[in-house]
């Protein structure tokens, strides 16, 4: 099988899991400690936690708290439910934070959602016109999950400061690919995004932003932002693959690059979904008109592809990132997603870019 779907998740790096196994800690093991715990085995275990947060947080901006928590979806939630004042969106974010409108406005908070240009990227004239000295939050993604547009994020920031607002930066397909040095008040990541483990994440804090208030109570292990007992294995296995991430950042930049110019190459004609530069390149949303894509799934099992969104398939709806663009619902049902990275390779791309044209010229196309 041949994986290209990178951005619902990535292969776990052996690095990661190497350092998880050891946190793992059988009957007849000293590792099995609760971190939180005073006595020898559970200051081992905190040791294993703090190395991994000094890891984490390399790839973060400097100064600041990080946070770990079960994934990016509670990181933004957090924030999203836990600070003051009115909150601004954009339509392609992801549905970590759309969700949270009805939360938000429960509260007696407005929730804006401010449309994208046709490439893709935040509107800053709609956010201009919008914000408010009543806007508490400004909330942004880096990169886009489905389409991979990146975010003009410094102008985003420094409208939202000029009257006082926060500013939260879904950082999820962003961390370990590109560099992260936004001037936001929040950052949310997660590992399995960049060769960690499923269910750990981060909520990184700047050194001026206030906290928001917890979602859990009943311990604050987590700088009394968190309660619960953290895993060392899966702190272990998130620093280990942000320590990878770290070392190898330009050989990444560059393979990605490569297999970039061969998908292009091999989707010359397929329309491309969102900006064809202000984006990263392990991201490739194309369409063809009228294409049947769960056809074209089904002719190419062997490849492992999206249609949009991971947290959105079987859904039947056309993806609301690509309506955002737009597109037309037909349009937007008749596009694909391809991701790769690291443990892409070049003949991973040709191969799959040849089953998917062939399936797809077999639909008269």
């Given at each position: ?125 709609a956010l201009q ?156 949303n194309i369409r ?19 249609a949009g969104s ?56």
């Amino acid at each position: 099988m041949i994986y290209l779907d990178y951005q619902a998740t990535t292969p776990l790096a052996p690095e990661a899991r190497e350092a998880m196994l050891r946190w793992l800690g059988g009957p007849d093991s000293d590792t099995f400690g609760n971190p939180h715990s005073p006595h020898r085995m559970g200051r081992m275990a905190a040791a294993a936690v703090e190395t991994a947060r000094e890891r984490v947080g390399a790839l973060l901006p400097e100064g600041g708290k990080l946070i770990f928590t079960s994934g990016a979806t509670e990181a933004l939630n957090m924030v999203l439910q836990g600070t003051p004042g009115d909150v601004i969106t954009f339509a392609t974010e992801h549905a970590a934070v759309l969700d949270c409108a009805k939360v938000v406005e429960a509260q007696g908070r407005r929730f804006t959602v401010l449309p994208v240009t046709p490439d893709g990227r935040a509107d800053l004239d709609a956010l201009q016109a919008a914000i408010t000295p009543q806007t508490g939050l400004v909330a942004v993604m880096a990169i886009n999950n489905e389409i991979g547009v990146r975010n003009p994020l410094a102008p985003v920031v420094a409208i939202a400061q000029a009257v006082g607002a926060r500013v939260l930066v879904d950082a999820v397909q962003a961390y370990g690919k590109v560099p992260v040095e936004v001037a936001a008040d929040y950052i949310a990541i997660s590992a399995h995004k960049v060769h960690g483990p499923k269910g750990i994440g981060a909520l990184w804090i700047g050194p001026d932003a206030s906290p928001p208030l917890p979602l859990l109570w009943g311990g604050g292990q987590e700088a009394s932002l968190r309660s619960g007992t953290l895993s060392p294995a899966l702190c272990a296995g998130f620093g280990a693959a942000a320590q990878v991430a770290q070392e190898g950042f330009s050989e990444q930049l560059f393979h990605v690059e490569h297999l970039w110019n061969i998908a292009r190459e091999a989707f010359a004609d397929w329309e491309l979904n969102g900006s064809a530069v202000d984006r990263w390149r392990g991201n490739l949303n194309i369409r063809k008109e009228g294409l049947d894509v769960a056809r074209l799934m089904s002719d190419c099992r062997n490849v492992m592809f999206s249609a949009g969104s991971a947290c959105a398939s079987g859904s039947g709806r056309p993806s609301h990132v690509l309506r955002a663009l737009g597109l037309s619902d037909r349009q937007a049902k008749s596009s694909i997603r391809l991701g790769f990275g690291r443990y892409t390779t070049a003949q991973d791309v040709e191969s799959a870019a040849a089953m998917i044209n062939t399936a797809a010229k077999e639909q008269g196309l």
